[in-house]
């Protein structure tokens, strides 16, 4: 089955530089890579996502890279605040079966003033 | 539009009981999934519920089930709970169609004592 590796599992960061959390997938037949928020005591909110027809996606701060042939991709937030604070989490999914999701295994991010 | 409604919030149930747990997902949407969140397996796919029918599964025993009704409401049942079913229990829901985004719940947090 798929696996999906993620790192790093803690990043601190000051506010206002960048961040950038990376993951790699196993299953060459994935083709779509949605990223999660989850903040404290609350649900996974979805932030991004990408499908593999696609390069790089961007939405104001947040940015997400995939290289298909390597198995790549990456979760850039520039300018951080305070409250991007959270545990995010990327996945990796076939056609197909877009609801079963396998999950990286987290990284807690922590942005200081 | 209402989000995706777990209940109960909170359960305490002992060693060889069972539990029912419930999912109300977006108005309109029409596939319910469910998720198991613990801190040292992470986030892991249960099971996909799409038109009454069970469409997708994870790699738990069959101690877990579930079920989805004709108004896209979802159950999933533990029977026989062992200690390591303690976990938070998500529920996603999504439209249908090819890498619809999965909109989660609040989830239920079992503890089996």
């Known amino acids: 089955g798929e696996n999906v590796e993620q790192h790093p599992s803690t990043l601190s960061v000051q506010e206002g530089d960048s961040a950038v959390i990376k993951c790699t997938y196993s299953?060459?037949?994935?083709?779509?890579f949605p990223w999660y928020k989850q903040e404290l005591g609350k649900r996974p909110q979805l932030i991004i996502d990408?499908?593999?027809?696609?390069g790089e996606k961007k939405d104001q701060r947040i940015a997400v890279t995939l290289n298909k042939t390597a198995k790549h991709f990456s979760l850039h937030i520039t300018e951080t605040q305070p409250e991007d604070s959270a545990v995010y989490f990327c996945?990796?999914?076939?056609?197909?079966?877009?609801?079963?999701?396998?999950f990286g295994t987290g990284t807690r991010l922590q942005v200081t003033l | 539009k209402a989000g995706v409604t777990q209940t109960p919030r909170y359960l305490i149930k002992t060693r060889g009981q069972q539990v029912t747990l419930s999912c109300s997902p977006i108005?309109?949407?029409?596939?319910v999934s469910w998720y198991q969140q613990t801190p040292g397996q992470g986030l892991q796919f249960l099971f996909e519920?799409?038109?009454?029918?069970?469409?997708n599964k994870g790699n738990f025993p069959g101690r877990f089930s579930g079920r989805q009704f004709s108004n896209s409401r979802s159950e999933m049942n533990v029977s026989t709970l062992e200690l390591g079913d303690s976990a938070l229990y998500l529920c996603?829901?999504?439209?249908?169609?090819?890498?619809?985004?999965?909109?989660f719940g609040n989830g239920t947090r079992l503890t089996v004592t």
């Open positions: 990408i499908r593999s027809n696609v």
């Open positions: 996603a829901s999504s439209l249908v169609g090819e890498n619809s985004p999965l909109h």
């Open positions: 519920y799409f038109s009454e029918t069970q469409r």
């Open positions: 108005s309109g949407h029409r596939s």
């Open positions: 299953d060459s037949a994935s083709n779509y």
């Open positions: 996945a990796a999914s076939r056609t197909g079966t877009a609801s079963k999701l396998t």
